[in-house]
């Protein structure tokens, strides 16, 4: 065995995205303590950017020491808690792994159903909570990475508040290629993951709650069945709650947290506003392009994330060897389709630094040349 | 805020510990998919390395995507249902960790207590067996990063699998620092970390499951309660479970484990008896300074771990004034004490790549001039 240099691989799948080389170079600084003042004073930093990323006031606000579903674990395994009814939008694969935490917690999942590829309908979102009075929390997936789907966070956090129940928001892959505006919005709890549209590398979930999610969190009627997980330990460590200073939770991933500070600086250097206009004009390159090789992307255009492009594999094309092909003969990684979408479509990712007129001029020409279009 | 340039910090604290160039260069590396095939021969060849590392053909070895607690509560949270009982054996701060574990899964928790500093003792444990006919399990820290306590991990293997339990094992600390001899001890499931021995930076748990522990998971009455942490759905993604390639569970930290490959191959050019035996060439050095410095170790000597070093602070000295001063005067961390020994002992972490005569040499003349001995 030898030491592993990986291939130069253009990534432009469901994620990881692209890492720019400042945040690798950040990545490869000397570790140095969990605890040393120096860090304590990086960790705050790094709380205050995602507070700017994710628009929230929120005081917990904080990167979870483990990939996205570890970040939609903590928010489940705080919140929800045995006989607890959650209604959970399921209209794609990630809203199912919602529904999978909320039962093994041992609460009960009402399940809204919208076709993969379609938002979450408001409507059976109100009748719903009309059904379930009392209903802890409404939860549901903003950015659907399975099928391409945005839905309407506004309108659906509104609804949960209406309602008496907290909602939860799968921002994995929405913060920092559409708008996420977390307190605006009424979001009560909100998780996503460093590795999609904020181009760092995967291993890292920011995470934030609001008011409303902390007060359910101290209403507990029994402790986390996390110990890792459990929010008011963490914070211990992520904040000076007693006073008495910073105090040992778990150590966190120091070198990581390095380069997702890094990646939070490029993307305030270049502005939010400027970063979603850049997804956007990514995204409709890539649309006519793929509209002249003959190649439709899936879903209604209102709905369809900028970053997220699902492209229907055409009748008679082997899904799977043209990917191979575009990996091994052009260096490009596109993804997959995922659950019922599996064979049946592409999913092209335009994410965080890997959105750039150039990829998709240069995932085109390699479709074009594969396809023999 | 600027970009974050750590200082320049010799980590002689209970970890993290130093990371080689090497390790750091590793990490640096551009990110590929977590399903690319070239990503996929570097997990084996990862699983291939634990294997060797922790000295068994367990076919379940693999890093968590996590830190070392998340592979803690990943046994537990796959091994432990609700009703079971788990003898906890707690000689200090991770043995009650463990005990936390067990009692929030709602499984029940017999405690073996041994004094802080005391290895545990298998006549209690032999006793607790005895008295717990049916216990599913026996759970110990191997080498206790809070006291710098060995424990005998054959002997109380051997007692657990005399009595039906499952052994569950602590190696945080030891893999690569002491002797832990998985399959030779019959242990059942173990998990360590990869920012102590392994000189890798913090954010990944190596872990080890033998068949009875994977019976046992098998015959589960009920879900685990994590889905991130459900070893039946990581296992999809870390071998070929049903024969039609691996599944996505969630994303694998990719470039953590560029450095953990980087430092399992360092470790392993170095040889695990020579790594063990410079752990202890290290640890008589500083012992030797020590003394000669008037600081005496905790501790039975036949106990103490080489790697994690318990100083008394003497009467009249201000433990954290000299640990400031080490930190800032002199660029060295070391540890505090933890839970009942805080404010009364140093932990002096000779771990991994940081164990070595000059580091030794180095720590011990700062001591001498911050005393003024």
Chains 1, 2 share one sequence.
């Not at 709890?189 to 969190?217: D, E, F, H, N």
Request: hydrophobic letters at 45%; glycine letters at 10%.
């Amino acid at each position: 065995m030898q030491s592993f240099n990986p291939p130069d691989v253009l990534l432009l799948g469901p994620g990881p995205s692209p890492v720019p080389q400042r945040v690798l170079d950040a990545l490869a600084r000397p570790t140095i303590g969990h605890l040393d003042p120096r860090f304590v004073a990086l960790m705050d930093q790094v709380k205050a950017l995602l507070q700017w990323a994710l628009a929230t006031n929120n005081a917990i606000t904080l990167p979870i020491s483990g990939p996205g579903s570890a970040g939609m674990e903590a928010v489940f395994t705080n919140l929800v808690e045995p006989g607890d009814t959650v209604i959970v939008c399921r209209n794609g694969v990630f809203g199912e792994r919602m529904r999978q935490n909320v039962v093994r917690l041992g609460g009960s999942a009402s399940i809204v159903d919208d076709d993969y590829g379609q938002p979450v309908d408001p409507d059976k979102v109100e009748a719903a909570l009309k059904a379930n009075p009392g209903a802890k929390a409404l939860a549901f997936v903003h950015a659907e990475t399975s099928t391409g789907a945005r839905s309407d966070a506004q309108t659906l956090c509104a609804l949960a508040r209406e309602h008496g129940a907290l909602s939860i928001v799968d921002a994995v892959t929405s913060v920092g290629g559409i708008r996420v505006d977390t307190d605006a919005w009424g979001v009560d709890a909100i998780y996503s993951g460093s590795q999609k549209c904020l181009s760092a590398p995967p291993g890292l979930a920011p995470l934030s709650l609001g008011q409303r999610a902390v007060a359910a969190m101290q209403a507990r009627r029994q402790p986390v069945s996390s110990w890792f997980l459990d929010l008011s330990l963490v914070l211990d460590y992520w904040q000076d709650s007693a006073g008495g200073g910073r105090s040992y939770h778990h150590t966190a991933p120091v070198n990581m947290l390095y380069g997702l500070h890094e990646a939070l600086l490029m993307l305030r250097a270049e502005g939010l506003e400027a970063a979603i206009a850049r997804h956007l004009d990514s995204h409709r390159r890539l649309r006519d392009g793929l509209e002249t090789l003959g190649l439709e992307l899936r879903g209604d255009e209102r709905w369809r994330l900028p970053q997220l492009n699902v492209v229907t594999v055409p009748e008679g094309v082997d899904e799977a060897a043209v990917r191979h092909q575009l990996l091994h003969g052009h260096h490009i990684e596109i993804g997959a389709g995922l659950g019922p979408l599996a064979g049946k479509v592409w999913r092209i990712g335009l994410m965080g630094h890997g959105s750039r007129i150039e990829n998709v001029d240069r995932v085109l020409a390699a479709l074009k040349q594969v396809l023999g279009r």
